[in-house]
């Protein structure tokens, strides 16, 4: 059989999905083995790769559809596939300081809010003291488990 990347050697039967599942797992067992009690997240919200990490996170939010109905849907799929596992709720990039702010009261219903702002969002506005007020009202209502 002819290889389509005959550089590209493999070293025991996995490949594919299978060759990801494996390199998860050893990056989890070790990351386990150094601290019990790291935190592995990955981008994997399928069962298959749900005894390879602690945490799904929701990836880059597409900025040319509706945030939080993408977001909202991403956090569906994470937790009907791995429904024990923490859920990033991710928050980058964002298209305007209004929908950042929108989905960061979203944000504890999701799961863990995410935070990949301190001063301006990619718009180039800058948050404000009620922004930060916002974040911390954010993470209060995830620590407390109470929803808007």
């Given at each position: 059989?002819?290889?389509?990347?005959?550089?590209?050697?493999?070293?025991?039967?996995?490949?594919?999905?299978?060759?990801?599942?494996?390199?998860?797992?050893?990056?989890?067992d070790?990351?386990?083995?150094c601290?019990?009690d790291?935190?592995v997240?990955?981008?994997?919200?399928?069962?298959?790769?749900?005894?390879v990490?602690?945490?799904?996170?929701?990836?880059?939010?597409?900025?040319?559809?509706?945030?939080?109905?993408?977001?909202?849907?991403?956090?569906?799929?994470?937790?009907?596939?791995?429904?024990?596992?923490?859920?990033?709720?991710?928050?980058?990039?964002?298209?305007?300081?209004?929908?950042?702010?929108?989905?960061?009261?979203?944000?504890?219903?999701?799961g863990?809010?995410?935070?990949?702002?301190?001063?301006?969002?990619?718009?180039?506005?800058?948050?404000?003291?009620?922004?930060?007020?916002?974040?911390?009202?954010?993470?209060?209502?995830?620590?407390?488990?109470?929803?808007?």
């Open positions: 059989m002819h290889h389509p990347l005959p550089l590209l050697r493999r070293h025991g039967p996995e490949w594919g999905v299978g060759l990801l599942h494996k390199l998860l797992w050893i990056l989890y070790e990351a386990k083995r601290k019990p790291a935190l997240m990955t981008h994997t919200p399928n069962p298959y790769f749900a005894g990490t602690d945490m799904i996170r929701l990836n880059d939010v597409n900025t040319g559809a509706d945030v939080l109905a993408q977001m909202v849907h991403r956090a569906k799929v994470a937790r009907a596939a791995c429904p024990h596992l923490l859920i990033d709720t991710d928050n980058w990039p964002m298209p305007s300081l209004g929908a950042w702010r929108e989905y960061t009261r979203l944000q504890p219903e999701l863990i809010p995410s935070l990949y702002f301190a001063t301006h969002v990619d718009s180039g506005e800058a948050l404000t003291p009620e922004d930060y007020a916002l974040v911390r009202a954010a993470w209060d209502r995830h620590r407390k488990g109470t929803k808007a």
